[in-house]
């Protein structure tokens, strides 16, 4: 094992390049069983399988924008289809929290350029295997010199270089990536990991997002924000907090308690761009924790996206306008805020129709989101051969609007992993600016 990210872009793009081609590769060679007469069902699920393992295993040991990309479409295989589903379901969901460790040594001098060549006296204990390492950095557990139990954030030598290597290379293969999650929009989202990544790098801008959502939700009743200890550019030391990873819900946990942790999330989601003037741009389960009090554990604050006015009253209007079946109010409000290109020719009804995703779960006291829920929207709005693919061809996602747009669906798809029911309409209406109104 190297003693960092791979940085050379030749050998990086060869390793992308590998996900799609191979993948490919193993469709064809299904098809040839099935010609000497294999079991298609059999077959497919191999050919899925196999294609999982190949995804984790090049996207977890490049880390980098590679495994960062891994972990955005994990939040998304809620709506892959079954044929696919278990054997990604399974692999995404490890990019959420693991990937191969650095050695022991460089994470050692990683943490002497950063907090000094005396940095093991400012710790008590310090663990050198990774309690999780993920696409940019990995985290450690230690003791501080104060007593107090604290999660070491590292982050990976070569990051920076790798991340936006690997993101420029997946731009070039996203179209063959694409049938690899069907049902999801890759250019944009890969665009908008490149616009973001950039903050993510530098660990003091995360603590500085993480003190003021700790600061906002002291002593909240159903979020807890881990205090911020110590920071530097490439390392950082927060409270430990130990609760049950969200992804262990999503595997086995019951009803009620779905149904809980959804609610908590919702809350947190809509309440902190009015609370902290920020929202959490990260929403994929690796960065949740349900504590024994009941209570919701928030990691992980490299991603956010600033909203000093809170969120977009807009925003707000325009789904109480749909929810309504206000069309025609709702299609004037689309143009005016430039989310109908000029030109294009869009019926009322059309608009109403396409928010679907959003409004669903608006139009009851209670929504049960579900991944057939999920999937139904993603097979809608992606077939060519429906009407709504034209809509959606035809609208536009002014800048401004991008990134709570993005959450905000990841966070409908994290619900719908959950199998959540939740009096979602109740959330929106008390903390979306122009919902209730």
Same mark, same amino acid.
């Given at each position: &094992?190297?003693?960092?990210?791979?940085?050379?872009?030749?050998?990086?793009?060869?390793?992308?390049?590998?996900?799609?081609?191979?993948?490919?590769?193993?469709?064809?060679?299904?098809?040839?069983?099935?010609?000497?007469?294999?079991?298609?069902?059999?077959?497919?699920?191999?050919?899925?399988?196999?294609?999982?393992?190949?995804?984790?295993?090049?996207?977890?040991?490049?880390? @980098?924008?590679?495994?960062?990309?891994?972990?955005?479409?994990?939040?998304?295989?809620?709506?892959?289809?079954?044929?696919?589903?278990?054997?990604?379901?399974?692999?995404?969901?490890?990019?959420? =929290?693991?990937?191969?460790? &650095?050695?022991?040594?460089? =994470?050692?001098?990683?943490?002497?350029?950063?907090? @000094?060549?005396?940095? /093991?006296?400012?710790?008590?204990?310090?663990?050198?295997?990774?309690?999780?390492?993920?696409?940019? @950095?990995? +985290?450690?557990?230690? +003791?501080?010199?104060?007593?107090?139990?604290?999660?070491?954030?590292?982050?990976?030598?070569?990051?920076?270089?790798?991340?936006?290597?690997?993101? /420029?290379?997946?731009?070039?293969?996203?179209?063959?990536?694409?049938?690899?999650?069907?049902?999801?929009?890759?250019?944009?989202?890969?665009?908008?990991?490149?616009? /973001?990544?950039?903050?993510?790098?530098?660990?003091?801008?995360?603590?500085?997002?993480?003190?003021?959502?700790?600061?906002?939700?002291?002593?909240?009743?159903?979020?807890?924000?881990?205090?911020?200890?110590?920071?530097?550019?490439?390392?950082?030391?927060?409270?430990?907090?130990?609760?049950?990873?969200?992804?262990?819900?999503?595997?086995?946990? #019951?009803?009620?308690?779905?149904?809980?942790?959804?609610?908590?999330?919702?809350?947190?989601?809509?309440?902190?761009?009015?609370?902290?003037?920020?929202?959490?741009?990260?929403?994929?389960?690796?960065?949740?924790?349900?504590?024994?009090? @009941?209570?919701?554990?928030?990691?992980?604050?490299?991603?956010?996206?600033?909203?000093?006015?809170?969120?977009?009253?807009?925003?707000?209007? &325009?789904?109480?306008?749909?929810?309504?079946?206000?069309?025609?109010?709702?299609? #004037?409000?689309?143009?005016?805020?430039?989310?109908?290109?000029?030109?294009?020719? &869009?019926?009322?009804?059309?608009?109403?129709?396409?928010?679907?995703?959003?409004?669903?779960?608006?139009? =009851?006291?209670?929504?049960?989101?579900?991944?057939?829920?999920?999937?139904?929207?993603?097979?809608?709005?992606?077939?060519?051969?429906?009407?709504?693919?034209?809509?959606?061809?035809?609208?536009?996602?002014?800048?401004?609007?991008?990134? +709570?747009?993005?959450? =905000?669906?990841?966070?409908?798809?994290?619900?719908?992993?959950?199998?959540?029911?939740?009096?979602?309409?109740? +959330?929106?209406? #008390?903390?979306?600016?122009?919902?209730?109104?």
């Amino acid at each position: &094992m190297t003693d960092d990210i791979p940085r050379r872009s030749v050998q990086r793009s060869a390793r992308l390049a590998s996900l799609p081609l191979g993948f490919a590769s193993r469709t064809a060679a299904g098809w040839g069983r099935r010609l000497a007469g294999g079991d298609q069902g059999e077959i497919s699920a191999d050919v899925a399988r196999r294609g999982a393992e190949q995804l984790f295993a090049v996207l977890g040991e490049l880390k @980098g924008g590679a495994m960062k990309f891994g972990q955005a479409l994990s939040v998304f295989e809620a709506a892959v289809p079954d044929e696919l589903a278990e054997p990604y379901r399974e692999a995404l969901t490890r990019l959420q =929290t693991a990937a191969p460790p &650095m050695p022991a040594a460089r =994470t050692h001098r990683v943490l002497a350029e950063q907090f @000094g060549r005396g940095w /093991r006296e400012r710790f008590r204990e310090f663990d050198d295997t990774p309690a999780a390492a993920a696409s940019i @950095g990995q +985290v450690h557990r230690a +003791v501080w010199h104060d007593g107090r139990d604290v999660a070491v954030k590292v982050q990976y030598p070569g990051a920076q270089e790798a991340v936006m290597a690997d993101l /420029r290379q997946l731009q070039r293969f996203s179209r063959m990536v694409q049938p690899l999650v069907p049902g999801m929009e890759i250019k944009p989202l890969l665009a908008e990991l490149r616009d /973001r990544m950039a903050e993510e790098l530098d660990y003091r801008d995360e603590a500085d997002a993480q003190r003021a959502f700790a600061a906002a939700y002291d002593g909240d009743e159903y979020v807890v924000v881990p205090r911020v200890v110590a920071s530097a550019p490439k390392a950082m030391v927060s409270e430990w907090i130990s609760g049950t990873p969200l992804s262990a819900i999503i595997r086995a946990g #019951e009803p009620e308690e779905r149904d809980r942790v959804g609610l908590l999330l919702s809350r947190f989601h809509f309440s902190s761009p009015a609370r902290v003037g920020l929202l959490h741009a990260d929403p994929h389960p690796g960065n949740f924790q349900l504590l024994p009090d @009941g209570r919701l554990c928030v990691i992980d604050f490299g991603a956010v996206a600033r909203l000093p006015d809170g969120l977009p009253y807009e925003l707000g209007h &325009m789904l109480r306008l749909a929810v309504e079946d206000r069309a025609d109010e709702l299609l #004037e409000l689309l143009r005016e805020l430039n989310f109908v290109l000029p030109g294009v020719d &869009m019926s009322a009804d059309e608009a109403v129709v396409y928010l679907g995703p959003l409004t669903d779960p608006l139009r =009851t006291d209670k929504f049960h989101f579900t991944r057939s829920w999920i999937r139904g929207q993603a097979e809608r709005l992606g077939d060519l051969r429906r009407p709504e693919f034209n809509t959606g061809r035809g609208l536009n996602l002014p800048p401004q609007y991008l990134l +709570v747009h993005r959450v =905000t669906l990841a966070s409908v798809a994290v619900l719908c992993q959950l199998d959540a029911e939740i009096p979602l309409r109740g +959330v929106f209406e #008390e903390w979306q600016p122009g919902f209730a109104s």
